[in-house]
């Protein structure tokens, strides 16, 4: 009654955490049917939805080593200019109060 292409469609949704009543609307399919599909397909959207839950997790691990290396060489700067301007600048609180900020986030 439905071909490949709809039930393939219906995979990626529910495998993308997406309600039944949200994918009736978008593939144009009963929910009823849908239940029935989630049943018959419960293996193949649990694979799926655990290697998109590991794609997002390997995402969010590279951009969190990126966030760290990037204030990490942001707190190098920082120091650098402190050394160069001494304590008897007027700024340098400005200064001491970024270090402090970075070498907060970096603890985290």
Known sequence: MYDDSTKEKFIFCRSQGM????I???IKVAKSTLIKW???????ILKRRNEHLNDLR???????????????ER???????????????????QLLALEGKYVKFLEE
């Open 19 to 22: 309600s039944y009543a949200n």
């Open 24 to 26: 009736a609307k978008k």
């Open 38 to 44: 989630n049943k018959d397909f419960e293996e193949e």
């Open 58 to 72: 390997d995402e969010y691990l590279v951009s969190e080593i990126k966030r760290v290396e990037l204030f990490g």
């Open 75 to 93: 707190l190098k700067s920082v120091r650098a200019e402190i050394e160069k301007k001494g304590l008897g600048e007027l700024k340098i609180g």
